[in-house]
């Protein structure tokens, strides 16, 4: 993934933060995940790229003092044209709150929601294609939809983004695996009235760790929150943490990974 490879439309290519204290949140990632971080593309306002090796693996961004926004990762799914996707997400029953507008050189962006609500991004690449590891401890894995219930949102991506849909068949689960290409790429996972009332739908990132327990107690540690402790999961031991300013992500030690 370290070479400048198209990813096939509708990939989970990269995840963004955008925060109040960018800093602040540079020391508290930078501790937990062992990132460092040089300065990305400006066009939105400060924004440093995360590396992890060498290898960039996500973005952090400062909000501009007067937008008093939700603090949340985005997940950017790939795309070969930005503006096509943004008029199939307009008339499929999204919104589009940002662009298509050019990152520089790096490629162009949107980001919009889904007809739920939901917030994603859309990112043509250029120069720059997102991930350039996932596997190792501080990179993220997996990219997940928590959603009211999964089977009128799995249209609208299903639309947009060619995707083959496979269904966990369970009376009390609602949960669908998205495939490209014959993998598993993402997933909708319906909580019904468990939903967050306060987030509402929301994509979830996924970072690997080397030791759940461990890195729960660090965030706590640097000034974030466990707002769901390690457990036994379907892929490995997670939990879900919030950093200092809020933005709730899951940390994984995953199965496969274990000795």
């Known amino acids: 993934m370290t070479e400048a490879t198209r990813r096939t439309p509708g990939t989970p290519s990269w995840v963004s933060l955008m925060v109040h204290g960018l800093d602040a949140t540079q020391e508290f990632y930078g501790a937990l995940f062992g990132w460092e971080f040089v300065p990305g593309p400006q066009q939105l306002g400060p924004y440093v790229r995360a590396l992890l090796d060498g290898k960039e ?69 250029e120069l720059h294609h ?23 949102v799995a249209k609208f991506y299903q639309t947009v983004f060619r995707y083959e849909a496979e269904p966990v068949v369970s009376a009390d689960f609602d949960y669908l695996t998205l495939h490209l290409d014959g993998r598993p790429v993402a997933a909708l996972h319906g909580l019904g009235t ?33 707002l769901r402790p390690p457990r036994e999961g379907a892929t490995g031991r997670i939990a879900q943490v919030a950093d200092p300013e809020g933005a709730v992500f899951t940390i994984v030690h995953s199965a496969g990974d274990r000795d």
């Not at 937008?67 to 997940?75: D, E, I």
């Not at 162009?108 to 043509?124: E, H, K, N, T, Y």
């Not at 997102?130 to 089977?151: C, F, H, K, M, Q």
């Open 57 to 125: 693996v996500a973005g952090i961004g400062q909000l501009p003092p007067d937008r008093h926004l939700p603090v949340a990762w985005t997940t950017y799914l790939a795309t070969d044209d930005a503006d096509e996707a943004a008029e199939t997400i307009r008339c499929c029953g999204g919104t589009v709150a940002v662009g298509p507008l050019d990152a520089g050189e790096a490629g162009r962006l949107v980001i919009c929601s889904d007809p739920v609500g939901a917030v994603f991004g859309v990112w043509q690449a």
């Open 130 to 152: 997102g991930t350039a590891t996932a596997g190792p401890p501080g990179t993220p894995v997996w990219n997940e939809l928590l959603t009211y219930e999964t089977s009128a």
């Open 194 to 226: 468990a939903l967050p009332r306060d987030r509402g739908a929301h994509w979830m990132t996924y970072f690997e760790v080397a030791d759940t327990d461990g890195a729960a107690r660090l965030v706590t540690e640097l000034g974030g929150q466990v």
